[in-house]
């Protein structure tokens, strides 16, 4: 009896078509898929699969603004400075930041933006659910403190980019006509940097020698504390503190956090004045620059 000859060619070709029938087809599916579940099943992926180039993100006109000093540079030095420097990343998908540092004969500013896409590689837990809490962790360690009136700061006529200028509430105590702050907050308003480091049940530690004797409030002038914002991606916070430096000026920092689907953006803002008894840097001033800049970064998510 005549034996039939095997042909290998014939099984290979039957299993590549069979490992290609179970893997994914031409439906955008990449590394950040849950692996091994069903379509059906798998939560939905996020919204956004690649980041802004950070040092980029930023437009000239915003920089000048904000780094002021770097205006009285020679040309090859300011558009260095303007360039800004790179974070170090390992994973550009992921995550991605840029740094400017400005130096000027009356202090330094220095700028911060950081862009953090979130992945969830839980199958049962989509990207913005894992981003929200990521988020979450974020706004819980900056410790905001309660609001007043139990709710987000409201958008105000005349804000910025749709967030709502400096969220201060007309009529608030301790703010003159033109949106300055008096140098005697509220009992238990702006005391977020001091009730930090201070144990339960004890005083806030006083103000530096430098901010009294200049004048200036050591604390966030009531209406300008750290806070909720509203009208700023799906969910956002401000946080804004000052300290002190040795015998330098106080270095005041104001940062924005807002998420929009599965990417959290950082904006971080810094203004020390060089004179030891230099008068703080205003914070409505900061504030409103830091919120603008993270308005226009909040466009780049946009519909």
Request: hydrophobic residues 35%; neutral net charge.
């Amino acid at each position: 009896m005549q034996r039939k000859a095997y042909v290998p060619g014939v099984a290979l070709l039957v299993a590549l078509v069979a490992g290609c029938s179970s893997g994914s087809g031409n439906d955008g599916t990449t590394t950040d898929s849950k692996a091994g579940v069903p379509k059906a099943a798998a939560a939905p992926p996020g919204r956004y699969r690649t980041l802004p180039e950070p040092c980029r993100a930023v437009n000239k006109g915003v920089l000048k603004d904000m780094l002021p000093g770097a205006a009285e540079l020679p040309e090859d030095q300011k558009a260095k400075t303007y360039a800004g420097a790179a974070e170090l990343t390992y994973d550009t998908d992921r995550r991605v930041g840029c740094r400017w540092k400005d130096e000027a004969p009356d202090g330094t500013h220095r700028l911060f933006v950081d862009f953090e896409r979130v992945v969830s590689y839980d199958p049962a837990v989509s990207d913005d659910d894992r981003a929200k809490t990521v988020y979450g962790k974020k706004e819980s360690a900056a410790q905001l403190p309660a609001p007043k009136d139990g709710g987000k700061d409201a958008p105000r006529p005349g804000g910025t980019g749709g967030t709502g200028g400096t969220g201060a509430k007309p009529g608030t105590p301790n703010t003159t006509p033109s949106g300055k702050a008096s140098g005697t907050p509220s009992a238990g308003a702006g005391l977020h940097v001091q009730n930090r480091a201070a144990a339960p049940g004890t005083q806030p530690a006083s103000p530096p020698a430098s901010a009294a004797s200049s004048g200036s409030p050591a604390t966030t002038p009531d209406g300008l504390q750290p806070r909720i914002l509203s009208g700023l991606g799906d969910a956002a916070y401000l946080d804004d503190a000052l300290a002190a430096s040795g015998s330098a000026a106080q270095r005041r920092t104001v940062t924005v956090v807002f998420r929009a689907s599965n990417v959290i953006v950082t904006v971080e803002y810094t203004e020390q004045p060089t004179a030891p008894n230099a008068a703080a840097p205003d914070s409505q001033e900061l504030q409103e620059k830091t919120r603008a800049l993270a308005a226009k970064l909040a466009e780049l998510f946009g519909e």
